[in-house]
């Protein structure tokens, strides 16, 4: 039986969804955040439509959620001035708070928060399809890393209350905001990967112009109002539309001073070429990724297996650090394809609220009709389809394909997919593997399987200087978030971590002075009067 007759029933009637995970009427949102205000859009609207289908006696008909505002240049200025003003050239009472007090209003926002993970969780599932235990996932771990940023801003601080004395020269060092901050995130992870900028920026003093992801885009309205109430007029401002017309305004203006931006190098590329300063732009950019995995003829080919499925699958593998391409020996690729397909057919295609889960429908337009294409480019020029039911399609939903042998004329071998489709390569030399790492345009991370230590070691010292992040008998990932996340090459600019990401949206300044006692008093006073909020010995606990 073919992927397309069994998934004959994948989409719904209303009367088949559980109640708890049913939507009431269209959200027709009018409201967008400037300046501390929910202002009311009265222009045009832009449609937000589900991946989901329900099946009705007119045919499958697909889900309409409600509606966003298209806001215009204009407005989309309207926002950047609320920030510009909110950090008035550093004075502002924002970016002057005490850290402590900075932190006292992210923990507000956080609490604000949490009352509305099952709005959230519902609208991810329904916005994009992703299926309800790595919705709850993706809520609960931006939870986790807001906690985790404001721990790592605590011990940051600590370290600077202390003044330092080299040379007859007393200094103390402090991390300061850059200023005004335009934060984008993706689609694939519309919460968690845009707080992972979002949330630094702002405890470090930053004011920030915030454009949710294409998809994605209503679950920001239940964070609307705790956005409004956490923090001081102008310091976060929420916009919507086009990015052609609103973001594309925003960097022309040279206003923005931090751009934090996941998506495509070419998307980021055009956008740093508007700033009429640009090297005056910090960028935290998270970019495209082609990750190999690679199968060595000696390992233990069931983690193998078991990590190239999740790797490569997991959220339909619409991930940047999806595996996406596998190179596997020949020595043993026959049994890696029987063993990788057998898996496959395990998984459970449907929707997300539906247990047991793994394979649901993609939120992209026209996604579907270009992962066919790669498909049929790849059969086209030698490749077969080895799984059954590959590359079938209802909808918005597309069944995985293997693809097998990949060789370099075909357009997956170097093309990013960013969905369910599988090419395996079969190799022979490693110096294949190699050459494919070095020549790629892209290096966020590889994995490696294999239990050969001289032939795992000659390939750490291959590609240790072509990727951010080398993993060893285990799929590519981001996490844990206290790990550096970069990549080389069209990858990524800068590096995220909890850590990291304090130093990306912030720059040391040094207050220094010759060590005498007339600048020993003078320096003492300041601190003991609580003069400055710069100059400070408080000892955050």
């Known amino acids: 039986m073919t992927a397309t007759r069994s998934l004959a029933q994948l989409f719904p009637s209303l009367d088949d969804i559980p109640e708890q995970y049913r939507l009431g009427e269209p959200i027709v949102q009018r409201e967008y955040l400037i300046d501390g205000v929910l202002q009311h859009w009265s222009g045009p609207l832009a449609s937000v439509r589900s991946p989901i289908y329900l099946r009705t006696e007119a045919g499958e008909e697909q889900v309409i959620l409600g509606s966003t505002p298209l806001l215009d240049a204009q407005t989309s200025l309207a926002a950047l001035e609320a920030a510009v003003h909110a950090y008035d050239s550093g004075q502002g009472a924002w970016p002057t708070m005490r850290v402590a007090e900075r932190i006292q209003h992210v923990e507000t926002f956080l609490k604000r928060m949490r009352e509305q993970r099952d709005a959230v969780v519902k609208l991810l599932m329904w916005e994009i399809g992703k299926n309800l235990k790595d919705s709850e996932k993706e809520f609960d771990r931006t939870c986790d890393y807001i906690v985790d940023t404001i721990e790592a801003l605590k011990a940051l601080d600590r370290r600077s209350s202390r003044f330092e004395l080299e040379q007859g020269t007393l200094g103390q060092i402090r991390r300061v905001p850059l200023g005004v901050a335009l934060c984008m995130g993706p689609y694939n992870y519309p919460l968690n ?15 920030v112009v915030f454009k949710p992801a294409k998809f994605g885009v209503l679950l920001i309205r239940p964070l609307l109002e705790a956005f409004r109430d956490s923090f001081p007029a102008g310091v976060i401002n929420v916009i919507y539309g086009s990015g052609r017309e609103t973001v594309s305004a925003l960097m022309a203006s040279g206003k923005v001073d931090v751009f934090a931006f996941i998506g495509t190098n070419k998307g980021a590329s055009a956008l740093k070429k508007l700033h009429p300063k640009p090297h005056r732009l910090r ?3 998270g970019l495209d990724a082609k990750n190999p995995g690679i ?8 983690n193998a297996v078991n990590e190239a499925i999740t790797g490569a699958l997991s959220f339909n593998g619409q991930r940047c650090t999806a595996l996406k391409i596998l190179f596997v020996h020949e020595a043993v690729v026959d049994d890696f394809l029987e063993r990788f397909n057998s898996k496959l057919a395990n998984l459970k295609p449907g929707m997300p609220w539906e247990p047991g889960v793994a394979l649901t429908p993609l939120p992209e337009p026209g996604k579907t009709g270009y992962l066919s294409d790669l498909v049929a480019d790849a059969v086209a020029h030698g490749a077969s389809i080895t799984n059954a039911g590959g590359g079938d399609v ?21 093309e990013e997919q960013f969905g369910p489709v599988v090419p395996i390569v079969p190799y022979r030399d490693l110096k294949t593997v190699i050459d494919y790492v070095l020549q790629s345009d892209f290096g966020q991370q590889l994995s490696i399987f294999g239990n050969d230590s001289a032939t795992v070691g000659k390939l750490v010292d291959a590609f240790a200087n072509q990727v951010g992040r080398i993993n060893i008998n285990a799929q590519c990932q981001r996490g844990p978030d206290t790990y550096p996340f970069n990549g080389r090459k069209d990858s990524a600019e800068g590096t995220l971590s909890v850590h990291d990401a304090l130093r990306v949206f912030s720059i040391r300044t040094l207050v220094a002075t010759r060590f005498d006692e007339d600048n020993k008093t003078l320096i003492s006073e300041i601190i003991r009067n609580r003069e400055s909020s710069f100059l400070t010995t408080d000892y955050i606990f």
């Open 193 to 207: 990967e845009t707080f992972t900028t979002l949330i630094p920026a702002l405890i470090m003093g930053n004011t």
């Open 283 to 285: 960028a935290a950019l």
């Open 295 to 302: 199968v060595l003829p000696e390992v233990n080919l069931d």
């Open 394 to 414: 209802r909808g918005s939903f597309f069944y995985p394909a293997v693809l097998y042998p990949v060789t370099p004329q075909m357009r997956v071998y170097q």
